[in-house]
């Protein structure tokens, strides 16, 4: 499985942005999608999760009510929209797939994910 991430880019607080991981190769195997961060001198944390098939969706309490995470089925695509953004928000966004069946007990532990895209990355100006 091949994951590309794209959409990344600068933004101003309150502004919205959207950005995509598209998978490639072996699709079918993959139950859940997720999108991490990693800020400048920070250790890369969870973001959201998305099971595919149910549409399951888990977030981290930083980012409820503002980021929404979505997949279109057939395009093998994961989305995260983000609204009201923060400076704080600034960060590489990493997508992730998961091989195994969702699990929300495991959805933000890095280690339940087996592949990883390149990030994209979202600079938010105060």
């Known amino acids: 499985v091949q994951l590309q991430a794209s959409g990344g880019g600068m933004v101003q607080a309150g502004d919205s942005l959207r950005v995509s991981c598209t998978a490639s190769?072996?699709?079918?195997?993959?139950?859940?999608s997720a999108w991490f961060r990693q800020a400048p001198g920070k250790e890369r944390e969870f973001v959201a999760a998305?099971?595919?098939?149910?549409?399951?969706?888990f977030y981290a309490d930083s980012v409820k009510g503002r980021f929404t995470v979505s997949r279109e089925f057939f395009e093998n695509t994961v989305y995260l929209q983000m609204k009201n953004l923060k400076p704080e928000d600034t960060a590489r966004y990493y997508c992730?797939?998961?091989?195994?069946?969702?699990?929300?007990?495991?959805?933000?532990?890095?280690?339940?994910?087996?592949?990883w895209g390149q990030g994209t990355l979202v600079t938010v100006s105060s």
């Open positions: 992730a797939a998961d091989t195994d069946p969702w699990n929300p007990m495991t959805v933000m532990d890095m280690e339940e994910y087996d592949y």
């Open positions: 998305i099971s595919w098939s149910a549409g399951r969706t």
């Open positions: 190769g072996r699709t079918f195997s993959i139950y859940a």
